[in-house]
Nanobody, 125 residues
Framework: QVQLVESGGGLVQAGGSLRLSCAAS????????MGWFRQAPGKEREFVAVIRWSSGSTYYADSVKGRFTISRDNAKNTVYLQMGSLKPEDTAVYYC??????????????????WGQGTQVTVSS
C-alpha cells in the first residue's frame, strides 16, 4: 500500500525558508512523477512543483519559480520541497502526491493517484 508522509511544515517569517519532506513507501517509485500541491483557506488546491523520479527533471508553477526547488533522494525514497523567499501568500497546507502514469508532467490534482495527509506552512508578514 502506497504511503506518502509529509513533514517539515511550520511557522516562518516572510523572507524565510522551509524544507518540506515527503517520505514515500509501499512500492517502487522510479517510474512515478512526484508532485507538491498546496491549498490555502477558501481556495482550491493548486499545483506547486513536480519531479520525474527517474530523471530528476522538474517543472514549477510560475508563482514559485526561482524560489522553490523540488528534489528527490533515491536512497531515502524521499521527495523534498525547498522553499525560500517565502511570502504570506505561500501560506497553505502543502500536499505531496504521486502520479503513476508516464505521460509527462501533470498539473491537475485529479491526475495524481496517491496523496499525503498534508503539512501546514504559515508565513507571517
Amino acid at each position: 500500500q502506497v504511503q506518502l508522509v509529509e513533514s517539515g511544515g511550520g511557522l516562518v517569517q516572510a523572507g524565510g525558508s522551509l524544507r518540506l519532506s515527503c517520505a514515500a513507501s509501499g512500492r517502487t517509485f522510479s517510474n512515478f512523477y512526484m508532485g507538491w500541491f498546496r491549498q490555502a483557506p477558501g481556495k482550491e488546491r493548486e499545483f506547486v512543483a513536480v519531479i520525474r523520479w527517474s530523471s530528476g527533471s522538474t517543472y514549477y508553477a510560475d508563482s514559485v519559480k526561482g524560489r522553490f526547488t523540488i528534489s528527490r533522494d533515491n536512497a531515502k525514497n524521499t521527495v523534498y520541497l525547498q522553499m525560500g523567499s517565502l511570502k504570506p501568500e505561500d501560506t497553505a497546507v502543502y500536499y505531496c502526491a504521486a502520479d503513476r502514469s508516464s505521460f509527462g508532467f501533470h498539473l491537475l490534482d485529479s491526475q495524481y493517484d496517491y496523496w499525503g495527509q498534508g503539512t501546514q506552512v504559515t508565513v507571517s508578514s
